[in-house]
């Protein structure tokens, strides 16, 4: 008994057949038209619109009508040296400065336990610790904490229970960090927005801590340096660049937000407030994009400086 043979039709060649070997053959011309309709987007859209709203900060404002004098000029950019929005300028450096820093002292200890000591499932319930808090809504976690922070609050009732009301009394007396609760200060503001950015610190400072080398460590040991010394001249100059890669989303993040110090602070305005008002409120639009200029440029110094320690390794 034979086996019958049965000749197949060969496959039309069709148009999408076709295309399908040209793009095979050539996987730039693939990767470009991925690529063309986000970047048209990001590039039209947003970058667009950003240019056009920037381009405001050349012209200014008439100051009878109110209306935009398109005219080119440098007395807007000028405007930002006055003490009232120089202060602005250096309030929300300094804010979110203190974030950073806070944020870095909280985060190591937490991301070198999980790096170096927790073992499988610790590690996954850190994951999901850490990740949890990102899944409910911001503005929740906003109210929250200002009814945490308020003055018969948690924070406030427990400091009273442990005897240390006298101590946050003496907190909030001081001129610059106080005020007549925590919600209503700057420390409550560097408290929550230090909760809101925590886990964007945590993550980048454990991945770059995996990545330090075990033999490292042991041999830093052997050689009679001590769990101290390891660590200065060790574990911190390599888990470096992970704590300035955080510190870029800390530092970015609060640099530009707005609706924190609506809702917690007082009533001295930072950055996104003032742009948010100037643009809104005022109607000054050419100022508005000239206080939009100010982050830009601490955010390029900042990534200048971030490239050069590696730290976008670490993202």
């Known amino acids: 008994m034979s086996l019958a043979t049965f000749e197949l039709p060969e496959p039309r060649e069709g148009a999408l ?12 011309l693939l990767t470009l038209l991925l690529l063309v309709p986000p970047l048209l987007w990001l590039g039209l859209v947003y970058l667009g619109s950003l240019f056009v709203f920037l381009g405001q900060s050349i012209f200014s404002i008439d100051e009878f009508s109110g209306t935009i004098v398109r005219e080119p000029t440098t007395a807007t950019l000028l405007e930002l040296f006055r003490p009232a929005n120089y202060d602005i300028v250096l309030r929300t450096v300094g804010i979110a ?7 870095a002292l909280i985060a190591f200890p937490i991301a070198y336990y999980a790096a170096r000591y927790a073992g499988p499932k610790v590690k996954a319930a850190f994951y999901l610790a850490v990740m949890m808090p990102l899944w409910s809504s911001y503005l929740v976690k906003v109210y929250g904490w200002k009814l945490l922070l308020a003055k018969e609050g948690a924070i406030g009732w427990f400091a009273d229970r442990l005897g240390l009301g006298g101590a946050l009394e003496a907190w909030l007396d001081l001129p610059l960090v106080g005020g007549p609760s925590l919600s209503v200060s700057y420390t409550g503001m560097v408290l ?35 769990p101290g010394l390891v660590f200065r001249t060790v ?7 992970g704590v300035v890669a955080g510190a870029i989303f800390t530092f970015s993040l609060t640099l530009g937000d707005y609706i924190v110090p609506q809702i917690i602070g007082t009533s001295a305005l930072v950055l996104g407030q003032a742009v948010y008002t100037l643009q809104g409120t005022a109607g000054n639009i050419p100022l508005a994009a000239a206080f939009s200029l100010v982050p830009i440029l601490v955010m390029a110094v900042f990534l200048t400086v971030a490239k050069r320690t590696g730290a976008f390794d670490a993202l």
């Open 235 to 241: 574990i911190l100059p390599l888990a470096m660049p």
């Open 17 to 28: 057949r076709r295309l399908s070997d040209v793009l095979t053959r050539h996987t730039r």
């Open 192 to 226: 929550t927005f230090t909760y809101l950015w925590l886990p964007f610190m945590i993550l980048p400072v454990q991945a770059a801590l995996e990545r330090v080398p075990p033999h490292l460590i042991e041999a830093a040991g052997d050689l009679g340096a001590s």
């Open 97 to 103: 400065t203190a974030v950073t820093l806070l944020c």
